[in-house]
């Protein structure tokens, strides 16, 4: 078992403590939803032996294995039911406009996308769907959307329990009011 302290979601400032156990799902800032395969001590190249988790992300079939020391930044918890129900409403009730400047969104685009934030990646979302729906998205736009897209799917598909194709609809039904 590891223990990892980590900072959650957007309006939601606390700390949650992550007891990571084999089998365990967790949330990686670049990989989605992965499964915690093994956890073990292990010694490379002479160096003092350290505890590894290895996990696998099924959506990008690749395998990582972690030190302990590295989960904290690299990691949390995926979302529960109900965090992913207030993720949808927060979707529908957002207001907010991306930026008319087409090099300050996509730095501001990538930068949320980077902090593994899921009300950050909704706003992104709904940020860019708009601008599609007018026709002004460059390749940046299109592929943020795109990432911002998946990694909420997923989320929300995990977290509710329910496939891929069933969240995309309850994410377009929320992003759409």
Known sequence: MIYCVKFQFHTHFWTSIININQ????????????????????????????????????????????????????????????????????????????????KSRANANQAGIEKGDPFEYAQIFKSLSRLESEGALRAADRAHLHQSLEFLVEEVAHALDTSREEARDKIAEAAAK
Do not use: N
Not at 72 to 88: D, I
């Open 23 to 102: 089998g365990d799902s967790v949330h990686h800032i670049h990989h989605g939803i992965g499964k915690i395969e093994s956890i073990r001590k292990r010694s490379f190249f002479g160096e003092k032996e350290a505890s590894f988790a290895k996990l696998y992300f099924s959506r990008e079939d690749i395998t990582l294995m972690l030190r302990e020391d590295d989960l904290e930044e690299t990691v949390r918890s995926p979302l529960k039911h109900s965090e992913a129900m207030e993720l949808l409403e927060h979707l529908a009730k957002w207001k907010g406009r991306a930026s008319s400047q087409w």
